[in-house]
């Protein structure tokens, strides 16, 4: 790397929305989101057959530099009197952040749980939250189980991260690190005592002058951040707790996963018709299928997360409120598409999240689109993408839907007192099935 001149010291805190996604260990585990990419083989191959496991790496360092968040960390601040922040890190231990499977999974569609990152283990809060898996698979295709911890960023942040590590050209060489993306990241600082400094400073900047700095810090009450104070100062000790009782099993025991793929073109056309988005009739499909596994229901809910992001918003790393969306559980697909659309643009308009009533809700589901351009890792072209959904632990459904080239893959975890096939098989039947080639494409996902 080229001699460069002097960097800043840089520090960001998490906002007090993003810290509830580290507020105690079984949400920490909880909110490990994950992605899995399968790629042709061949070109991550070194003279031997093998992995080229020291290029792979070599890579994904090289890449990490062009997306900041993943040479950042979160770090408490003295006394825990604010949120964490985000601090860079002056190295990547590329042995914890990028691992190779030394077992060869067989291309098996109903075998999906070792690409889900659930069985990975629970990331070290003290790193940059994320990390790669490669798994070889009996065709010699490569499946890459990609991790990021939530409060790196929501499902669009993550798919800028995407971006970086799989662009739409190849490229044999990785790029090098200039300038710019050094200064972007910058130095950690020095002393917990520099991270509240610099911290202030930013704030100040955002807040110029007496009167409009104390509006902005009395737009929370000292209460308030009396008790999250607390909350923070509490937090090891809880923590210690959780690990005693076991509750962290629970995060990880008791689900399982399952995919479907549907033709793209065709889900979006049939969503149109019935007066919504690929987004609604995934919802609407959802709610569905949970309601034919309850059939003394009267009516269902979900959750749908609503992106608040607009142009320049993309350096805030998680913008998302929710809607309850509430539905007969008796009413057809005709009638819940245009219901769910109303509702969710009913919660856009209102500029905030929508969540009334009981907690009653079954889960969530949201989709997110990885565009139609054929992407690559290196020269490796992507065959299929797999978004993989994190939520809360007493959720009993979770579904993603994300879009690549001509394909919708509906991913969902579930608890195991849903029967899981069943779900997929409404998801079968109310979204267009994808061709049969597509489908065996995609069956190691």
Not at 40 to 56: H, M, S
Not at 237 to 251: P, S
């Amino acid at each position: 790397m080229s001699a460069h001149p002097e960097l800043a010291r840089r520090a960001q805190l998490i906002s007090s929305l993003d810290e509830k996604y580290v507020s105690n260990a079984v949400t920490f585990a909880a909110m490990h989101a994950a992605g899995t990419m399968i790629v042709d083989g061949a070109a991550l191959r070194g003279p031997d057959g093998a992995l080229n496991r020291e290029e792979i790496r070599r890579r994904v360092e090289r890449l990490s530099w062009f997306a900041p968040a993943m040479r950042q960390r979160l770090v408490p601040t003295p006394l825990r009197l604010t949120t964490p922040a985000w601090v860079p890190v002056t190295s990547l231990d590329l042995d914890y952040h990028v691992r190779f499977a030394d077992d060869i999974e067989p291309d098996d569609s109903t075998r999906v749980e070792r690409f889900t990152g659930r069985l990975s283990p629970t990331m070290d809060p003290s790193r940059p939250l994320w990390d790669f898996e490669f798994v070889e698979l009996e065709s010699g295709r490569v499946a890459i189980v990609m991790r990021y911890h939530h409060v790196v960023g929501d499902a669009m942040y993550g798919l800028r991260i995407g971006d970086v590590i799989a662009g739409t050209t190849p490229t044999p060489e990785p790029p090098e690190p200039g300038q710019e993306q050094l200064a972007e990241l910058g130095l950690p600082p020095r002393n917990g005592l520099e991270v509240l400094a610099l911290a202030f400073a930013q704030w100040r900047e955002r807040n110029p002058g007496l009167r409009q700095a104390s509006r902005a810090y009395w737009r929370k009450s000292f209460r308030m951040r009396l008790r999250r104070w607390a909350g923070r100062l509490l937090r090891p000790v809880k923590n210690a707790r959780i690990a005693r009782t076991g509750l962290l099993a629970d995060v990880r025991e008791g689900r399982r996963s399952a995919y479907e793929v549907a033709d793209l073109a065709a889900a979006t056309r049939r969503a149109y018709k019935l007066g919504g988005t690929v987004n609604d009739l995934v919802t609407a499909a959802t709610l569905i299928a949970m309601a034919r596994q309850r059939p003394d229901a009267e009516t269902l809910s979900i959750l749908v997360p609503i992106s608040r992001r607009g142009a320049g918003d993309g350096g805030v790393r998680n913008d998302i409120s929710v809607v309850k969306v509430s539905v007969a559980a008796s009413a057809p697909l005709e009638d819940i598409v245009p219901s769910v659309r109303a509702q969710v643009q009913a919660a856009v308009e209102s500029g905030g999240s929508v969540v009334e009533g009981a907690e009653d809700w079954v889960g969530y589901a949201t989709s997110v689109t990885w565009g139609r351009d054929e992407r690559f890792f290196g020269t490796a072209p992507v065959e299929t993408v797999t978004g993989w959904p994190a939520g809360d632990p007493r959720d009993e459904v979770a579904c993603l839907a994300c879009s690549y080239r001509r394909d919708l893959v509906v991913s969902v975890t579930a608890r195991e007192s849903v029967d899981l096939p069943a779900l997929m098989a409404v998801y079968r039947e109310l979204l267009a099935p994808a061709p049969v080639a597509a489908a065996t494409k995609g069956a190691a996902r």
